[in-house]
């Protein structure tokens, strides 16, 4: 099965001050760091969507063969992106899409293997964090109309999965991942480095 996965950077970070995909962290950009988890985690191609200084994102990150997606949504929030990564990654002939967001510094490719192996059209997949539910999401490409469709604002593919949860399997990822995001300069110097 083939899998892209699908970097989601175009907010504006506003509670952080700065749009996120242009942290630096450990001397890299976010979005670098996001982009290369994900190809070290098997996602061929890698699919980021830009929207907040996209044309910064663009001169300064180094993405190599990423496709770059723009997104002129994005102030309506992460559905939009979300919508427009699935429709940029529908021509590209793969099977699945794993989602990831840029300001999540601790999910690992180890993480990212363990829910990409289990990519297939039909597949729902989430990782598990103790009772927790978070990212990478695998989206199979049956599913990528339906979650376009249903995400708005602020919220990505957690109603369709919600309405789908009985198909939706959960992937322990806690001992090799962290999914606590990055939402101000204050949890930037935290355990994430």
Do not use: F
């Amino acid at each position: 099965m083939t899998v892209a996965g699908l970097l989601l950077a175009a907010g504006a970070g506003r509670r952080y001050g700065m749009p996120k995909a242009l942290v630096r962290l450990g001397g890299r950009l976010l979005v670098e760091r996001a982009a290369q988890t994900l190809r070290e985690g098997g996602c061929d191609p890698v699919v980021v969507v830009l929207g907040a200084a996209a044309d910064r994102v663009r001169a300064e990150a180094r993405l190599g063969t990423a496709v770059l997606v723009d997104n002129p949504e994005w102030p309506t929030g992460m559905g939009s992106s979300l919508g427009s990564g699935l429709r940029a990654t529908r021509d590209l002939g793969v099977d699945a899409a794993l989602v990831l967001l840029v300001d999540l510094p601790g999910v690992t490719a180890e993480a990212v293997r363990r829910i990409a192996a289990l990519a297939s059209p039909d597949a729902l997949v989430m990782a598990g964090y103790g009772p927790r539910r978070g990212h990478p999401v695998l989206l199979g490409r049956e599913h990528w109309a339906g979650v376009a469709a249903s995400a708005t604002g602020d919220v990505g593919a957690r109603p369709y999965l919600a309405a789908h949860a009985s198909a939706v399997r959960v992937v322990p990822c806690d001992d090799v991942a962290d999914d606590r995001d990055v939402d101000t300069p204050e949890e930037h110097t935290g355990s994430h480095a």
